[in-house]
């Protein structure tokens, strides 16, 4: 007996994303992997699944999947417009977001529309069948290298599933929505911090930058004031030897204008790197929208260390923390209404 | 190099736990770690004390030998104008090329592209002022004091002077990365028939990479 689930309408960029592609930029192999790792860590985990397995990073509008599986346990992270889950033979029923669903053949999920946000998660309970590709199963679609085929998910594939059948046990919801902090995204200066005038260094810290339509899995370019650099770029003040490009580093060309490398980034790049986004907001960049305004502000590197592992503990609490998704009482009304043994009553 | 080599192996007796990976490049190693499993002033002095010994002993190389076709206009587009702007014959380019002691000393930009640096100096070129929207993959290119082999295809301003059978890039293999950082290499010329049987094997996942290995 198959175990998929089919892509009946794909959405705008659905692909799957692990947490990357790690240990080969040396051979130019780009990570690729979540945007936000902390979405998918969530989806994954109320799931029951490790937080590093491969679940679809959905871009902006989702896909319409179809359950060709005895049953299948999923979870939707992210800010999304309701989803719905339908039956052949039962109205259309909203799927709360950060949460656990038991899903039965034939229903079809119908991902909503993202809202405020450039990506959310979907995990499945024991994973994808797909074969990882040096070590991860991060889709990488420039090079169609990973994933589902190298590529997005369009209509009619059909995403083969690790379990034929969901685990028995409890569903499980995010006890309250994860806090991926506000403010400034906070940088740590350099590596060619040296390539821009004080002033250049002074607007990048104190101006607002707004995020360009070009903006995609490889990296964002932002709108804003322009920075100058220390030796005029005529005289080659914006070129540099070329080296690597680490995840949230933001090259500034010619013009001025800050580009923050994310997880499709290039191995290696020759214009000079002003600072680089400390990890802990990695997560918040991988969410942005054309049109968000940020600020800048530096930190020191064991501050950035020191951010990120509070961040880490906090994700462990919020895991740790995953509440029962029953009404006090006992009865499992969720479930019963998946079971489709009370929908007369209530509707 | 030496120090991307060093590390890895460091790295591979246990030593170094939370680097992540390395990078090298012509002017500077990029060592990725991980906050939650160690930290910048943990790292520092273990990476400085690698620095400080110098090239690892024994660090060996490989030498590779490229079959290279460059008698087809269609593999060699800019053979003739390559010729022309440094004063040379076509047949005196090709030469050059074969002649360049090469060495491969970083690879990216996409999957597999390695920037090869050692092109005999009669060659060099600025970048094409219009780069190419299509170049083929495998395709042979000079520009300034290298030369590259196009992994897929891209666009590319680097002149086209030859095509190779082979694949830099072949996800169905072990090492689907051909080249490394560190390999020599030369390129040995074949003509029209011997490419068109190597890219058949190449096609066909049955040809044999380690006969281009020279030395270990």
């Given at each position: 007996m198959s175990a998929a689930l089919k892509v009946?309408?794909?959405?705008?960029?659905?692909?799957?994303?692990?947490?990357?592609?790690?240990?080969?930029?040396?051979?130019?192999?780009?990570?690729?992997?979540?945007?936000?790792?902390?979405?998918?860590?969530?989806?994954?985990?109320?799931?029951?699944?490790?937080?590093?397995?491969?679940?679809?990073?959905?871009?902006?509008?989702?896909?319409?999947?179809?359950?060709?599986?005895?049953?299948?346990?999923?979870?939707?992270?992210?800010?999304?417009?309701?989803?719905?889950?339908?039956?052949?033979?039962?109205?259309?029923?909203?799927?709360?977001?950060?949460?656990?669903?038991?899903?039965?053949?034939?229903?079809?999920?119908?991902?909503?529309?993202?809202?405020?946000?450039?990506?959310?998660y979907l995990a499945v309970a024991g994973g994808f069948a797909v074969s990882p590709f040096m070590g991860s199963l991060s889709t990488y679609s420039r090079a169609g290298i990973g994933g589902f085929e190298g590529r997005k998910l369009a209509a009619g594939d059909a995403l083969p599933l690790a379990r034929a059948a969901a685990p028995g046990g409890d569903e499980r919801k995010l006890a309250q929505p994860f806090d991926y902090g506000s403010g400034p995204v906070r940088v740590v200066w350099g590596p060619q911090e040296e390539y821009f005038s004080a002033e250049g260094r002074q607007t990048f810290v104190s101006q607002e930058y707004r995020v360009s339509k070009e903006a995609d899995r490889m990296g964002i370019r932002f709108e804003g004031p322009v920075i100058v650099h220390a030796t005029s770029v005529q005289k080659g003040g914006a070129d540099i030897i070329s080296d690597g490009i680490g995840p949230g580093a933001i090259q500034v060309p010619g013009a001025g204008l800050p580009i923050v490398l994310l997880a499709d980034r290039q191995t290696v790049g020759g214009y000079p790197k002003i600072a680089t986004v400390a990890s802990v907001d990695l997560p918040r960049l991988g969410r942005m929208l054309p049109g968000h305004a940020v600020r800048f502000a530096p930190v020191t590197v064991e501050e950035a260390e020191a951010l990120r592992r509070d961040q880490e503990a906090r994700l462990l609490r919020a895991i740790a923390g995953f509440v029962t998704a029953r009404p006090p009482g006992g009865i499992d009304l969720v479930r019963l209404y998946e079971e489709n043994l009370i929908d007369g009553v209530v509707y | 190099m030496a120090l991307h080599t060093a590390i890895g192996r460091a790295r591979s007796d246990g030593k170094l736990a939370g680097v992540v990976e390395t990078v090298p490049t012509m002017r500077s190693l990029m060592v990725t770690y991980d906050p939650l499993a160690t930290s910048r002033a943990e790292l520092q002095p273990k990476v400085a004390a690698l620095v400080a010994q110098g090239p690892a002993a024994g660090l060996k190389s490989r030498k590779l030998t490229v079959p290279c076709c460059y008698d087809d206009p269609e593999f060699a587009p800019d053979l003739a104008e390559v010729a022309e702007r440094t004063k040379k014959t076509p047949e005196q380019v090709i030469a050059a090329h074969l002649a360049s002691p090469f060495k491969v000393y970083v690879l990216g930009f996409m999957p597999g592209l390695a920037y090869v640096a050692g092109l005999e100096p009669s060659l060099f070129l600025p970048r094409r002022t219009q780069p190419r929207v299509r170049v083929p993959r495998s395709s042979v290119a000079i520009a300034m004091d290298m030369t590259t082999i196009y992994p897929f295809e891209s666009p590319g301003g680097w002149h086209l002077i030859g095509r190779t059978p082979l694949w830099m890039f072949d996800q169905r293999r072990e090492q689907p990365v051909f080249l490394a950082p560190g390999d020599s290499l030369s390129f040995q010329r074949v003509d029209r028939k011997t490419y068109d049987r190597i890219v058949r094997d190449v096609e066909a996942g049955s040809f044999d990479w380690a006969t281009l290995v020279k030395s270990k």
């Open positions: 009946v309408r794909a959405g705008l960029f659905d692909t799957l994303q692990d947490l990357g592609r790690t240990g080969f930029m040396a051979l130019g192999m780009p990570t690729a992997g979540a945007m936000d790792r902390i979405g998918l860590s969530l989806a994954n985990a109320l799931v029951g699944n490790p937080t590093n397995s491969a679940g679809i990073e959905i871009g902006v509008m989702g896909p319409d999947l179809l359950v060709d599986a005895d049953s299948v346990r999923v979870a939707l992270t992210g800010p999304l417009s309701p989803s719905l889950i339908e039956g052949p033979d039962a109205p259309p029923k909203p799927l709360e977001t950060d949460r656990s669903h038991l899903l039965k053949r034939g229903q079809v999920l119908r991902v909503g529309m993202i809202d405020g946000s450039s990506t959310a | -």
